[in-house]
């Protein structure tokens, strides 16, 4: 059974997705604990209706941050990491000692919209604004390139006639995010990857 660590900085509904996901009982792994890198989001109290430990270490102004992270996941025997809406960039020694046992949901197709600077609206502001006709979401490994790592699922997704981002990141989330997220994590802890 993998030890499953699960970052957030939101709202947290790909926190839930995964949840969810592991009520069924068919992921051989556990969440055992949700760090966040603010206070007060939405997916901490998500994580503690299903009484799942909790962790806030503030990111902000923080040059240890990496450093405390780290540590509070070695100290959970961690073999998992989930970015789940973290919007923070990973440095250091976390990317070399958890390397391939990282993953992230990003809401494009990798290689579009991605990189340092997309996340969030701003990724399905810039597919509208191009004028792509379809998107959707990439759960990839991640590595020291921001949205590098080997491309595990994709999903796309149709942009429709009058979307605005926040209608088409709502639909990127329902039809691709929250499906491809705990489709991941299952391959993963079932040894299917
Ligand atoms: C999700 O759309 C996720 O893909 C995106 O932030 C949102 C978080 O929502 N992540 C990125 O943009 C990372 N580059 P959530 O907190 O409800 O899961």
Aim: charged share 25%; net charge neutral; proline share 3%.
């Amino acid at each position: 059974m993998l030890n499953i660590a699960v970052l957030v900085s939101g709202s947290g509904s790909n926190l839930q997705a995964i949840i969810d996901e592991m009520k069924k009982g068919e992921i051989n792994g556990k969440i055992v604990t949700v760090v966040s890198n603010k206070p007060d989001v939405y997916a901490l109290k998500r994580a503690e209706d299903n009484n799942i430990p909790t962790k806030v270490i503030v990111s902000k102004g923080n040059n240890d941050f990496d450093k405390e992270l780290l540590s509070h996941l070695k100290e959970l025997k961690v073999d998992l990491i989930v970015l789940a809406g973290f919007l923070c960039i990973l440095k250091g020694d976390i990317l070399k000692e958890y390397s391939n046992k990282i993953i992230n949901v990003h809401p494009s197709l990798i290689p579009s919209f991605c990189g340092d600077g997309f996340y969030g609206l701003k990724v399905h502001e810039a597919a509208l604004n191009y004028g792509v006709k379809v998107t959707g979401a990439t759960v990839h490994f991640v590595n020291e390139i921001t949205d590098g790592g080997k491309i595990i699922i994709q999903k796309a997704v149709y942009i429709k006639e009058g979307d605005t981002p926040e209608i088409l990141q709502r639909r990127v989330m329902e039809e691709a995010e929250w499906k491809i997220l705990p489709q991941a994590v299952k391959m993963i802890c079932n040894g299917g990857l």
